[in-house]
Nanobody
């Protein structure tokens, strides 16, 4: 069973930055496609950023140029650097792992990001 633990959320002013981190347990991390999702109140969960096992990245249109996803296979971590934050980025952010070998998917518990003055 893979465990994902997110950290780094909090309250930030518009225009500010935050860096989220997700730590994964186990030895299969390098085989995972890793994702950051978010869910705002009253809205569906949406995919924000993705980094494949090979290191290819994709972003939601609303965060392109502002967010960057990184992975460190030695540390079993995936980070999301978020710059130029605006109130529309307020949401609970979830880390997700897709095991490319088994097909199983795993979720973290989520971390709250609030952008407000």
């Amino acid at each position: 069973q893979v465990q994902l633990v997110e950290s780094g959320g909090g309250l930030v002013q518009p225009g500010g930055s935050l860096r989220l981190s997700c730590a994964a347990s186990g030895s299969m991390f390098k085989f995972y496609h890793m994702h950051w999702y978010r869910q705002a109140p009253g809205k569906q969960r949406e995919l924000v950023a993705r980094i494949t096992a090979a290191g290819f990245t994709n972003y939601h249109d609303s965060v392109k140029g502002r967010f960057t996803i990184f992975r460190d296979n030695d540390k079993n971590t995936v980070d999301l650097q978020m710059n130029s934050l605006n109130p529309e980025d307020t949401a609970v952010y979830y880390c997700n792992a897709l095991n490319t070998v088994s097909g199983y998917t795993h979720w973290g518990q989520g971390t709250q990001v609030t952008v407000s003055s």
